[in-house]
């Protein structure tokens, strides 16, 4: 049975997501200046450059074995089905640059730059609320965000911003890729059941 929305996943344009993330990147980048530690200076890893990249992949893995342990509740998967209705139209290229530039971005603004200000609960909890949508049915993306959120904070009092960084690419990079597979493999289907009935 699948669940209607009261918002349908209306296609989103790759072009417009990664000028709000530039939007953030630019805020970012601003904000670390006018702190006085500089942008380049806070965005170093706090350990070697290899065990913060280790750290980032590593985590980046765990979080997606988590994610789909909860694809076997059903919310999630209508989560999942409502997302892959956003990315329907994207390229594999708008894929990777979304994954990429939203990492990059949202951790430089969230992590470097707020959570040593705010905390790292706070700073997990305001990344939640930046994937709230207008359905009460979608409650599981914050929900999911908030965890998410918890750990690239944690790896990023560790090992620093890299590993924050690359752990959110690596998410977002295998959700977006395998969203994109789900509308290819549904499109699919759908085209070879209307040849079949037509």
Do not use: C
Not at 100 to 113: K, W
């Amino acid at each position: 049975m699948t669940t209607s929305f009261t918002v349908d996943p209306a296609p989103i344009r790759a072009t417009a997501l990664l000028h709000q993330e530039g939007i953030l990147a630019v805020v970012a980048a601003v904000g670390l200046f006018f702190r006085g530690q500089g942008p380049m200076t806070a965005l170093l890893p706090r350990t070697s450059w290899i065990e913060s990249l280790g750290a980032g992949v590593i985590t980046g893995g765990a979080a997606l074995v988590l994610m789909g342990i909860l694809l076997l509740v059903p919310v999630v998967r209508d989560l999942e089905r409502w997302q892959a209705g956003m990315v329907q139209n994207w390229t594999m290229l708008d894929a990777v640059a979304v994954a990429v530039f939203s990492g990059l971005a949202e951790e430089a603004l969230i992590r470097a730059l707020l959570q040593p200000w705010i905390g790292l609960v706070a700073a997990a909890v305001l990344f939640a609320l930046l994937h709230i949508v207008p359905d009460r049915r979608l409650w599981a993306w914050p929900v999911i965000a908030l965890v998410l959120g918890l750990m690239f904070g944690l790896i990023f009092e560790r090992w620093g911003y890299p590993a924050a960084a690359l752990a959110h690419i690596v998410v977002n990079m295998v959700s977006l890729l395998r969203l994109r597979r789900k509308v290819s493999v549904t499109s699919t289907a759908g085209s070879d059941s209307g040849s079949a009935d037509g």
